[in-house]
């Protein structure tokens, strides 16, 4: 092992053999949710790092359609208002016809 090279390969128990290095004082990175990630933090107390190479193109996306992803944001926050208001106008017109029942009965 070289100082200050990454190492790639091997196990956990050979890297802490010859690292001295055990549980935090580790920072694993890994491509496999389970088989890296999860297992090297659980079982051997490491932090960890998981790397997503598919969220390159989900940011090349977002940055390149950031207009369109604005706009979107925009229109679902009109559409809830307009929710929002035809549930308090059905309401109010629910009320109205509760008040004109009970003033009907009470003649």
């Known amino acids: 092992m070289i100082q200050g090279e990454v190492y790639c390969g091997g196990n956990c128990d050979l890297f ?9 004082d580790i920072l694993y ?10 297992r090297s933090k ?5 932090k960890t790092f998981l790397v997503v190479p598919e969220l ?9 359609e950031t207009e369109l992803f604005e706009k979107h944001h925009e229109l679902e926050r009109q559409l809830g208002e307009c929710q ?9 017109h629910v009320i ?6 009970a003033q009907t009965h009470s003649r």
Do not use: M
Request: with cysteine.
């Open 42 to 46: 659980k079982t051997n107390g490491w």
């Open 16 to 24: 802490c053999q010859l690292t001295g290095a055990e549980g935090p």
């Open 84 to 92: 929002a208001n035809a549930k308090d106008n059905s309401n109010d």
């Open 56 to 64: 390159n193109h989900e940011l090349d996306v977002w940055t390149r």
């Open 96 to 101: 109205k016809k509760l008040e004109s029942g």
């Open 29 to 38: 990175f890994g491509d496999h949710i389970y088989g890296d990630v999860v």
